[in-house]
């Protein structure tokens, strides 16, 4: 009896000793770029299967799922905002996908796997430390279920299917389809700071982005005010042509 409990206090004590001592060394390496152990991968895997899987349960499906308009505001949606991460079918991966860990699948191979409601749940919650955003914060479910919609349509699609869905969802797009924030593609370069205004409106605090908003006189360029001239300096004016090929052919 004895034994056990000198047993335990000493398994007690070293639990008490090597968390701090872990979490404190900074010997964990954070980094995106080693993959998981095989028996970590699956328990992760295992536990966001099942995690999404109870909770899609309780889902309505909308009857009309998969109108031609749907499907059409589904591929407008998905070129704007998600084609950045899972690569459409026949486009090279981005920067931003190659470097991502876990890897954000191929969903036109991936979506027959899953059902409706599950692919709804991911796109409207996100999925905790991937790197799959939440985008029920930001649209309604009726655009949410519109991307589903467009997803169901192209399984297992082909380049061409793709490419002729995405052209006819462009040609179809009304004049304003609700999508007025920054879709990644233009850089605001019109504010005097270059802080984009709509995101600074919603810190509340007065001053939080002091280093971008101080100058009015600045020149409008991303982050002028952060110290290191010419750094984050994409977006400026000023910045002399790149060459032809820089090297970066990937779809940007
Ligand atoms: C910043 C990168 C990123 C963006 C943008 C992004 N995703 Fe994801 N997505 C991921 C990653 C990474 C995963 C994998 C999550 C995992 O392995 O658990 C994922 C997973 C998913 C899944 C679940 C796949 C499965 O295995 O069940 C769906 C569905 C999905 N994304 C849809 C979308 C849609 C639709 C959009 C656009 C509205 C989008 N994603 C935008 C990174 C992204």
Not at 131 to 155: I, N, R
Request: hydrophobic residues 35%; negative net charge.
């Amino acid at each position: 009896m004895k034994k056990i409990v000198m047993t335990l206090a000493l398994l007690a004590l070293a639990t008490v000793v090597a968390v701090p001592t872990f979490i404190y060394s900074g010997l964990f390496n954070v980094a995106a770029t080693w993959e998981d152990p095989r028996p970590v991968a699956w328990l992760l895997h295992s536990t966001y299967s099942n995690s999404v899987a109870a909770r899609a349960n309780d889902i309505q499906v909308p009857e009309n799922l998969g109108s031609r308009e749907q499907v059409l505001q589904g591929a407008r949606n998905f070129v704007a905002m998600c084609s950045g991460c899972h690569t459409p079918p026949g486009l090279s991966e981005t920067p931003g996908s190659a470097g991502l860990n876990p890897p954000p699948p191929d969903l036109t191979e991936i979506i027959p796997h899953r059902t409706p409601a599950e692919a709804f749940w991911v796109i409207k919650n996100g999925v905790r430390m991937t790197g799959m955003p939440a985008f029920g914060p930001t649209h309604d479910d009726e655009e949410l279920w519109a991307l589903v919609a467009f997803l169901d349509q192209m399984s297992e699609a082909t380049p061409e299917a793709y490419t002729t869905l995405v052209a006819q969802a462009k040609r179809s797009a009304p004049a304003d389809d609700g999508h007025d924030h920054r879709h990644g593609t233009e850089a605001d370069t019109t504010e005097p700071g270059g802080h984009d205004s709509a995101s600074s409106e919603d810190h509340g605090e007065p001053g939080h982005h002091e280093a971008g908003q101080s100058s009015t006189s600045a020149p409008a360029s991303n982050h002028s005010g952060h110290g290191a001239p010419g750094h984050h300096d994409q977006g400026s004016p000023s910045q002399p042509a790149g060459p032809a090929d820089d090297g970066h052919d990937h779809q940007h």
